[in-house]
T-cell receptor, first 113, second 112 residues
Framework: GAGVSQSPRYKVAKRGQDVALRCDPISGHVSLFWYQQALGQGPEFLTYFQNEAQLDKSGLPSDRFFAERPEGSVSTLKIQRTQQEDSAVYLC???????????FGSGTRLTVV | GDSVTQMEGPVTLSEEAFLTINCTYTATGYPSLFWYVQYPGEGLQLLLKATKADDKGSNKGFEATYRKETTSFHLEKGSVQVSDSAVYFCALGGPNDYKLSFGAGTTVTVRA
């Protein structure tokens, strides 16, 4: 597609629910990234994929967070047993290679109530 | 670890005023430096970048020069427009460039 597409745009979850956030990167982009942006803050790195391989997951805040990209294209970020502190905008970005700038999606705003 | 510190906002300016947003960084090695912009209701967009010392990135009238001696990458624009109202993020690319460290963002509002 022309850009990075994320869905849903907004998600409200009750505390304890599981959520799944989807990212469709630009076609042909090898690298895919997830970031978390809390209100009033800059994005924080969560995880990085090169094709289907998750090469870095050092930014995932806890074992409740899980990301996958099984076919090297679409990626899903799953959060289990959501907590209020998980409320944030989750940004996905893709790139042709790590030396290029990223293209970011518009993000999914998650609100845990 | 690598980090970026940028000027706190909000910043409010009149049209045609000069804009500077300060950004300093701490890093090992020789990182790449970026400015991203987030317009209201939109995603982050790359505004400009510089990959080595003394490089100047420029786009849409904005400029920033990678200063290794002062570890800075200040963003400047000589004459702002209302359409420049946005949140601006300074970012640093780590050794392999795939992990970006962002500043907290500076909200800029330009009034007609």
């Amino acid at each position: 597609g022309a850009g990075v597409s994320q869905s849903p745009r907004y998600k409200v979850a009750k505390r304890g629910q599981d959520v799944a956030l989807r990212c469709d990167p630009i076609s042909g982009h090898v690298s895919l990234f997830w970031y978390q942006q809390a209100l009033g803050q800059g994005p924080e790195f969560l995880t990085y994929f090169q094709n289907e391989a998750q090469l870095d997951k050092s930014g995932l805040p806890s074992d409740r967070f899980f990301a996958e990209r099984p076919e090297g294209s679409v990626s899903t970020l799953k959060i289990q047993r959501t907590q209020q502190e998980d409320s944030a905008v989750y940004l996905c970005a893709s790139s042709l290679g790590t030396a290029n700038g990223y293209t970011f999606g518009s993000g999914t705003r998650l609100t845990v109530v | 670890g690598d980090s970026v510190t940028q000027m706190e906002g909000p910043v409010t300016l009149s049209e045609e005023a000069f804009l500077t947003i300060n950004c300093t960084y701490t890093a090992t090695g020789y990182p790449s430096l970026f400015w991203y912009v987030q317009y209201p209701g939109e995603g982050l967009q790359l505004l400009l970048k510089a990959t080595k010392a003394d490089d100047k990135g420029s786009n849409k009238g904005f400029e920033a020069t990678y200063r290794k001696e002062t570890t800075s990458f200040h963003l400047e624009k000589g004459s702002v427009q209302v359409s420049d109202s946005a949140v601006y993020f300074c970012a640093l690319g780590g050794p392999n460039d795939y992990k970006l460290s962002f500043g907290a963002g500076t909200t800029v509002t330009v009034r007609a």
